[in-house]
């Protein structure tokens, strides 16, 4: 469908194609049929309207040029074909996208470019400018647009000349996009990504999220990326790509924003939420998530299993005296003397509780015992975190009934409050004899050490 001054009638041309796809259909199975109407020279002429039916079409084609120069001078026409002032792929494609979504078809562009040459005049720059951000950004802004063919070829020695490998600024710029765009299979067989929009993302974001933008221009603009209204980068490189480290950003809510030079701007919420080596039992946005954040990244726990920190498990003596001291940077102790029969040498925690013992962090339950597998109270981890400290001067106000003046762990649990390292279980008690949970204890410590 090229020419149209003598174009058929809807019906003749509608019967012709169904006759030809019923005969590929019987005799070459595998081949697609594509309608691929030529809007360049179709002007006020209704695409739909010859469209033969989805059960006859496979694809749908458009020939896609965008040149400097138009043929007529006529400025409606040359908006309708896209050239001259109007020269620009992302707008030339619209009709055959609207197409496509109207019955849901796959987009094949069967050919086109941006000639570097024509009328005896170089127009390079114009040519990679265009061809450098078509291929950048139609198959981001369209998704449906599957196959692009480009034209690379000229039409007679001074005529019209589209080939990129015989014009170095041509060349440079068909590399820059084609080698930018994760969209592009470059080789059979191959995988490629694809872009999805941020109003589709999930809205918890982790690890590195690849981000890239788009906003009509009739040239190439600067782009700035924000986060938190913090500048991150930019760039004027199509398709204006920044990647996002979120693990650098703590847990909680943040935003993103583009703005380019030309005043446009973009701005998405999502939430941080950080996966601590796969752990699946961390509840988003819970007291605890930021301490096992902390306490994972700096090698104070690893968890229970490579998939659960079993948040709201009794964590034992052991393993307290255990996170304290790597917490500390796991010094070795300055004596071999292990007062305890129920801590062995091959025991994770043996390091820890001689480091604790001889530092005076603990005493053990008894002169022969630690008990390492016994819950740690609340009363016993504030204690052991306020030794650690050097036992410094705690609060006077003692807003706690069930903490009475003159016990082990006394002053302990006032300067814990004081810090903000608990808060108690209510306004009047604190629960000493409690035992606590994982999540408690790295919270306790995060609060306190990080």
């Given at each position: 469908?090229?020419?149209?001054?003598?174009?058929?009638?809807t019906?003749?041309?509608?019967?012709?194609?169904?006759?030809?796809?019923g005969l590929?259909?019987?005799?070459?199975?595998?081949?697609?049929?594509?309608?691929?109407?030529?809007?360049?020279?179709?002007?006020?002429v209704?695409?739909?309207s010859?469209y033969?039916?989805?059960?006859?079409?496979?694809?749908?084609g458009?020939?896609l040029?965008?040149?400097?120069?138009?043929?007529?001078?006529?400025?409606?026409?040359?908006a309708f074909?896209?050239?001259?002032?109007?020269?620009?792929?992302?707008?030339?494609?619209?009709?055959?996208?609207n197409?496509?979504?109207?019955?849901?078809?796959?987009?094949?562009?069967?050919?086109?470019?941006?000639?570097?040459?024509?009328?005896?005049?170089?127009?390079s720059?114009?040519?990679?400018?265009?061809?450098?951000?078509?291929?950048?950004?139609?198959p981001?802004?369209?998704?449906?647009?599957?196959c692009?063919?480009?034209?690379?070829?000229?039409?007679?020695?001074?005529?019209?000349a589209?080939?990129?490998?015989?014009?170095a600024?041509?060349?440079?710029?068909?590399?820059?996009?084609?080698?930018?765009?994760?969209?592009?299979?470059?080789?059979?067989g191959?995988?490629?990504?694809?872009?999805?929009?941020?109003?589709?993302?999930?809205?918890?974001?982790?690890?590195?999220?690849?981000?890239?933008?788009?906003t009509?221009?009739?040239?190439?603009?600067?782009?700035?990326?924000?986060?938190?209204?913090?500048?991150?980068?930019?760039?004027?490189?199509?398709?204006?790509?920044?990647s996002?480290?979120?693990?650098t950003?703590?847990?909680g809510?943040?935003?993103?924003?583009?703005?380019?030079?030309?005043?446009?701007?973009?701005?998405?919420?999502?939430?941080?939420?950080?996966?601590v080596?796969?752990?699946?039992?961390?509840?988003?946005?819970?007291?605890?998530?930021?301490?096992?954040v902390?306490?994972?990244?700096?090698g104070?726990?690893?968890?229970?299993?490579?998939?659960?920190?079993?948040?709201?498990?009794?964590?034992?003596?052991?393993?307290?005296?255990?996170?304290?001291?790597r917490?500390?940077?796991?010094?070795?102790?300055?004596?071999a003397?292990?007062?305890?029969?129920d801590?062995?040498?091959?025991?994770?925690?043996?390091?820890?509780?001689l480091?604790?013992?001889?530092?005076?962090?603990?005493?053990?339950?008894?002169?022969t015992?630690?008990s390492?597998?016994?819950?740690?109270?609340r009363a016993?981890?504030?204690?052991?975190?306020?030794?650690?400290e050097?036992?410094?001067a705690?609060g006077?106000?003692?807003?706690?009934?069930?903490?009475?003046?003159?016990?082990?762990y006394t002053?302990?649990?006032?300067?814990?409050?004081?810090k903000?390292?608990?808060?108690g279980?209510?306004?009047?008690?604190?629960?000493?004899?409690?035992?606590?949970?994982?999540?408690?204890?790295?919270?306790?410590?995060?609060?306190?050490?990080?």
């Open positions: 469908m090229n020419v149209w001054g003598n174009a058929a009638s019906t003749a041309f509608i019967s012709a194609f169904r006759h030809i796809a590929a259909r019987t005799h070459c199975p595998k081949v697609a049929l594509v309608f691929s109407p030529n809007y360049s020279s179709a002007y006020q209704d695409m739909d010859f033969p039916g989805d059960a006859y079409v496979d694809w749908v458009v020939s040029y965008y040149n400097r120069y138009s043929n007529n001078g006529d400025d409606a026409r040359d074909y896209g050239v001259g002032t109007y020269g620009d792929a992302m707008l030339n494609v619209q009709q055959a996208v197409l496509s979504n109207l019955h849901r078809k796959p987009v094949i562009i069967t050919e086109g470019g941006s000639a570097h040459y024509m009328r005896k005049t170089d127009v720059s114009f040519a990679s400018e265009r061809v450098e951000k078509a291929l950048s950004f139609l981001m802004v369209y998704p449906q647009i599957k692009i063919i480009y034209s690379d070829t000229n039409f007679g020695a001074s005529a019209t589209y080939s990129i490998y015989n014009n600024t041509m060349t440079a710029a068909y590399d820059r996009a084609v080698g930018s765009n994760p969209t592009l299979l470059h080789k059979v191959g995988r490629a990504a694809y872009y999805t929009r941020l109003s589709d993302y999930p809205s918890t974001w982790q690890g590195t999220v690849e981000l890239a933008a788009y009509y221009a009739s040239g190439r603009l600067t782009a700035t990326w924000y986060v938190d209204g913090h500048a991150l980068s930019s760039t004027s490189a199509y398709p204006y790509r920044v996002l480290n979120t693990e950003l703590n847990n809510t943040h935003t993103i924003k583009v703005v380019f030079s030309n005043g446009a701007s973009r701005e998405y919420s999502f939430y941080h939420s950080y996966v080596a796969g752990f699946q039992d961390l509840e988003v946005g819970a007291y605890y998530t930021n301490p096992v902390w306490a994972v990244k700096n104070v726990t690893n968890g229970t299993s490579a998939t659960t920190f079993s948040p709201n498990a009794t964590c034992t003596r052991a393993q307290v005296v255990t996170f304290l001291w917490a500390k940077g796991s010094p070795e102790p300055q004596s003397a292990n007062p305890f029969t801590v062995k040498r091959d025991d994770y925690f043996y390091k820890a509780v480091w604790a013992v001889e530092n005076g962090i603990t005493n053990g339950t008894s002169a015992t630690f390492p597998g016994d819950g740690c109270t016993q981890v504030v204690t052991f975190l306020h030794r650690t050097g036992s410094p705690a006077s106000a003692n807003p706690f009934t069930d903490v009475p003046a003159g016990q082990y002053d302990a649990v006032l300067w814990a409050v004081a903000n390292i608990t808060n279980t209510s306004a009047t008690t604190f629960s000493p004899n409690a035992t606590c949970t994982r999540a408690q204890i790295v919270t306790f410590l995060y609060r306190d050490l990080a």
